[in-house]
């Protein structure tokens, strides 16, 4: 651990939760579909599964998952942010904590699929990135998916500049124990291509 501010605190001040609602809810009235992360994991998942949405915000996600009949924890770092998610969906799990330190919550094992969307994995406490990866694989069961979703370029991120490449994240990925099953340039399936600005990555856990 390297007891530094995670990089979402120190461009937020940890207080962004109902303008980051607020965003999102001008994007459904003006008619966006904001359920392609929603989506994208339901088409991975079985009926009635187990999710983890690490880093879930304000639950948009993991409350679009629940209706769509999944049993979803959600777990978030920021007070402001699990507020909103708990006002919306107030029988929902949802969970005050830091991801570096995910095996000190108590959370149910296993889960089927983790997701990191929204830009998780970049926005981490600088250094604490790998030690993540490691409790994210940790909570998948045996055949559990982690899905990820990250900007690579700035154009994608809202930092000057990326802290992490690809190349980095999948080492850290294969040192936890996962492997590469699916990689697209969008939430919607578009093709990955080396220099696209934009990753959603499926990580798969061995069965044994």
């Known amino acids: 651990m390297t007891g530094q501010r995670d990089r979402w605190a120190e461009l937020t001040g940890g207080e962004a939760g109902e303008e980051y609602a607020r965003r999102f809810a001008r994007l459904v009235e003006s008619g966006h579909d904001v359920h392609g992360e929603a989506a994208f994991c339901a088409a991975l998942l079985k009926p009635a599964a187990r999710v983890l949405d690490a880093g879930c915000g304000t639950g948009r996600i993991a409350i679009r998952l629940a209706e769509l009949g999944h049993h979803c924890t959600g777990v978030d770092v920021d007070p402001s942010m699990l507020a909103v998610a708990r006002r919306e969906a107030p029988t929902q799990e949802w969970v005050l904590g830091d991801l570096a330190r995910l095996d000190a919550l108590d959370l149910k094992p296993c889960f089927d699929l983790v997701l990191a969307a929204g830009n998780v994995i970049p926005l981490l406490a600088p250094g604490t990135e790998p030690d993540v990866v490691r409790q994210l694989a940790a909570a998948l069961c045996p055949g559990g998916l982690l899905v990820t979703g990250m900007g690579l370029d700035a154009a994608h991120l809202p930092l000057a500049e990326p802290p992490l490449t690809i190349t980095e994240f999948?080492?850290?990925?294969?040192?936890?124990?996962?492997?590469?099953?699916?990689?697209?340039?969008t939430w919607s399936g578009d093709p990955y291509e080396e220099g696209c600005g934009y990753a959603v990555s499926v990580h798969s856990r061995p069965t044994t």
């Open 170 to 185: 999948d080492r850290w990925c294969t040192e936890a124990g996962l492997t590469l099953r699916q990689r697209c340039s």
